[in-house]
């Protein structure tokens, strides 16, 4: 283990980080209702504390190893969940333990989208803007970002990217990993400033527009409002808002491959995005006939309110026009069910992703055709490619440590007197990054104690990192030499 290495990049990531404290600090000038001070005091303290750790090792050279990679992702994501809550616990009038702050923080980093904060709409500016930004920050990742500002500072750049991108493949769009993330970063603030564009056009002030873009295109979910999109009573708004979830879903990759190529028939190529759009569709089918044949709501508005409310929960975005646990029979359950699988791999979407699901149920098929013919020989394939026994491993493993580590949290939470039906909801939305859940999560976790906001925000970042990076620090392999 290089720990030279992993503190100066740690203290360059840190100090990176920092300096994204003095925006909401601006805005809270600008609109001179409060909170300036707490985002100034944070900015010191995360920029010393960050010099600290690079200076006494700012000769260091030598490139991060595979292991070292996972170290720095995992330390970074923690002690930034740690520095993000600085703001919010200097601002006394929100009245936040440290681990309610911290919860709040990595759910924003983590674009999870759970909340403690109740009377958004009383809240500084700055205090708003700052839970937006830091969604938006953490949807494409702060490392990528770093990756793509700094590449002459020799991070072994191509082990933070495999360590940190979501999804069972990391593709390279460029031959330079540098380009790479460049590129990704340029396709994400050209989605996000069209789609604040499109709110402001839409009826949304500059502020809202801006905020909810940012929790748009990170599909986090985080609102300036309480009620979240159903504030502005808005079809166009919702409908801006389905389209972006959508983009958002999808692999970056494939936008990358179609602009590059000028085709939009790239998409209709690609397995993955055809799987995601019908299961969308049959969802948003299903709900639509489901609450008109309830009367809860006419044919339009059923279809309507099911657009929106099935793409914001099976993106994993947790946007809501009116909270769907509301919603009649097993909808509410299906919905939450289905962030499991959550966007495309790429795509800064939660959940376990399209491609693992589809490689489930082939692999689960083929074990059924080989009760019949035991001796066939049977190729799993997705679209034209056919995948290995290795690809087939890594998914089963990565399901089962995923059912594991819910398995094991939703027994704590239990454990620590929540009621069964609050427990799992609040365990899967947090795991697949979602946000709202059933029980007492459906609006916010504000009536949670600490030892639960403490297992939930740990199930963020097994979420976020999509369990192997984090759980492969705790096996004895990662520290043998």
């Not at 330079?176 to 990704?184: Q, V």
């Not at 919603?327 to 693992?356: D, E, H, Q, Y």
Request: glycine residues 8%; hydrophobic residues 55%; aromatic residues 12%.
């Amino acid at each position: 283990m290089q720990l030279s290495v992993i503190q100066r990049i740690l203290g360059i990531l840190l100090s990176l980080f920092s300096t994204t404290l003095l925006v909401p600090a601006a805005i809270g000038l600008i609109y001179g209702d409060g909170a300036v001070v707490p985002f100034l005091a944070a900015f010191v303290l995360t920029l010393l504390t960050g010099f600290l750790l690079f200076w006494p090792v700012r000769h260091e050279t030598r490139s991060l190893r595979l292991r070292d990679s996972f170290v720095v992702v995992v330390s970074f994501w923690l002690v930034l969940g740690i520095s993000g809550c600085l703001p919010l616990l200097l601002y006394r009038p929100l009245d936040l333990s440290v681990t309610a702050a911290i919860f709040e923080s990595m759910s924003g980093l983590t674009t999870t989208g759970a909340t403690v904060l109740t009377n958004l709409d009383s809240q500084p500016h700055a205090i708003l803007f700052y839970r937006q930004q830091v969604q938006w920050l953490g949807g494409m990742g702060i490392i990528v970002l770093a990756i793509a500002i700094l590449p002459t500072l020799g991070m072994g750049g191509m082990a933070l990217y495999r360590a940190e991108t979501p999804g069972p493949t990391k593709e390279k769009l460029t031959p330079r990993i540098a380009s790479t993330a460049k590129a990704l970063w340029i396709i994400y603030l050209s989605l996000t400033f069209a789609c604040a564009a499109a709110y402001y056009v839409a009826g949304m002030s500059a502020f809202d527009a801006i905020g909810h873009s940012f929790s748009t295109v990170a599909i986090g979910g985080f609102s300036t409002h309480d009620a979240s999109i159903g504030f502005f009573d808005s079809r166009a708004v919702e409908r801006i808002a389905v389209l972006f979830m959508l983009l958002s879903g999808v692999n970056f990759a494939l936008h990358f491959l179609a602009l590059r190529s000028r085709r939009l028939s790239s998409y209709l190529e690609d397995f993955e995005f055809k799987t995601f759009i019908v299961f969308l569709s049959c969802l948003i089918l299903l709900s639509a006939v489901y609450l008109w044949l309830t009367g809860t709501s006419s044919l339009s508005d059923s279809f309507q309110d099911s657009l929106f409310q099935v793409v914001s929960i099976g993106t994993t975005t947790g946007y809501t026009i009116e909270g769907y646990s509301a919603w009649a029979g097993f909808l509410p359950v299906l919905l939450l069910f289905a962030s499991f699988v959550g966007g495309c791999a790429g795509s800064t979407g939660g959940g376990m992703k399209v491609i693992r699901i589809v490689l489930l149920f082939k692999q689960g098929y083929r074990e059924l055709v080989r009760l019949l013919h035991p001796n066939a020989t049977l190729l799993v394939k997705v679209g034209r490619n056919t995948m290995t026994g290795q690809h087939i491993d890594v998914v089963w493993g990565f399901f089962a440590a995923y059912v594991a580590v819910l398995t094991i949290m939703l027994l704590l939470l239990m454990a620590a007197g929540l009621d069964q039906e609050t427990a799992f909801s609040a365990v899967v939305a947090c795991l697949n990054n979602l946000g709202p859940g059933l029980g007492e999560v459906r609006t916010n976790y504000a009536s949670l104690g600490d030892f639960p906001l403490a297992v939930l925000s740990l199930a963020m970042v097994f979420g976020r990192l999509e369990i192997f990076t984090l759980l492969v620090i705790f096996t004895p392999a990662f520290w043998n030499k």
